[in-house]
């Protein structure tokens, strides 16, 4: 019989990075003895992928419309859990409703919180944070009535398919890629301005872009001039299948969490020209899995990617030392074991 009972509220209705790792630390828990509930958007991805893990009387679900009902839901299913865990700004809310029960808030982005989610986390008794850049940035803020909860780091992992997946074939000599949203803070527009620059020295480069979001007409506009060395992809149902087939994975943020994207990208064994924004020298390592060059740069982004491609050898290497160094740092094996450890010692059970 389990010891612990976790109760883990997501409203999301897509399937995005963080809903991701709600699965995959569901999953691992599960896994090690932990009893599961889950509180999500009705028919959204979490919802369905749920469905092969927890069983029916562990699962809730609310419609998107009327998630507004959530925090009354959470009080009915608070006396069957021992920690609530939010791991989205919108669950966060519902936490002042889970009584005598201690509360868990996931931190994933390095934006510092307004004035209304800042008190919002100031009722939590603990908030998890992706990497220790974010953690560090909780920890200057000026807490409302100095009521700061605990903060911890516990960082994100790369999720491998358990199978084989073949590659895209994707044009170019190299190949470059980025895979995820369009947003500005993706800083995809410098990559574009930056592009001109790399193709001097290697007019053969493709730049394929993965992803979708409020910015993909801009860059479309963008890249016209740069058409014969730019090509638009949706987001791909098996993410190893395109990133596997880039020589080199570029993540040109202006600002992040942790760069979930580059550590699967490491995980597979390939490369990664990132920038030195939020946690993402926490999971690039610089000269030895890839390249970092300084943020919200264009002229930083050609000078490094013309740097990281000019030798081969060399970028082999990198991306060989990938996967060794993810598995030792980033797996879902331990994101789990560190996220109990942390729901124990707010229980103040013993660690095993």
Not at 76 to 103: E, F, I, K, M, N
Not at 269 to 274: D, F, G, K
Not at 314 to 325: F, S, V
Request: proline share 7%.
């Amino acid at each position: 019989m389990a010891d612990l009972r976790v109760l883990h509220v997501n409203d999301q209705a897509g399937w995005g990075g963080g809903e991701l790792q709600t699965f995959l630390l569901i999953q691992q828990l599960e896994a090690m003895g932990v009893e599961n509930h889950a509180l999500v958007r009705r028919g959204g991805m979490l919802d369905l992928r749920l469905g092969d893990l927890l069983p029916a009387p562990r699962r809730h679900s609310i419609p998107g419309a009327l998630w507004t009902l959530a925090p009354l839901v959470l009080r009915g299913l608070r006396s069957r859990v021992d920690v609530v865990h939010a791991h989205t700004g919108r669950a966060t809310q519902c936490l002042a409703w889970a009584g005598d029960r201690p509360t868990v808030a996931h931190r994933r982005i390095p934006d510092r919180p307004g004035p209304r989610g800042l008190r919002r986390l100031s009722g939590v008794e603990l908030v998890l944070c992706v990497s220790r850049e974010i953690l560090r940035r909780l920890e200057a803020l000026p807490w409302p009535n100095g009521r700061k909860p605990r903060l911890a780091c516990v960082h994100s992992a790369a999720h491998l398919p358990e199978t084989a997946t073949s590659l895209l074939p994707l044009e170019g000599a190299p190949v470059l890629g980025f895979m995820g949203h369009f947003r500005h803070h993706k800083g995809l527009d410098l990559l574009l301005e930056a592009l001109p620059t790399v193709l001097k020295a290697y007019p053969g480069l493709v730049l394929h872009l993965a992803g979708e979001g409020p910015e993909e007409a801009r860059l479309k506009h963008l890249a016209m001039g740069l058409a014969s060395a730019v090509r638009f992809h949706p987001l791909p149902k098996e993410p190893a299948a395109f990133l596997g087939a880039l020589d080199l994975f570029t993540m040109p943020s202006r600002e992040e969490g942790l760069g979930s994207v580059a550590l699967l990208s490491q995980a597979l064994a390939v490369p990664v020209l990132a920038t030195r924004a939020g946690g993402i020298p926490e999971g690039v390592r610089h000269g030895e899995t890839g390249w970092l060059v300084e943020a919200d740069n264009a002229r930083a982004l050609a000078e490094g990617l013309v740097h990281a491609l000019a030798d081969k050898e060399r970028l082999h290497a990198w991306g060989a030392a990938g996967p060794a160094w993810i598995a030792d740092n980033f797996s879902a094996a331990s994101m789990a074991r560190g996220t109990l450890r942390h729901y124990r010692e707010l229980l103040d059970w013993p660690c095993p």
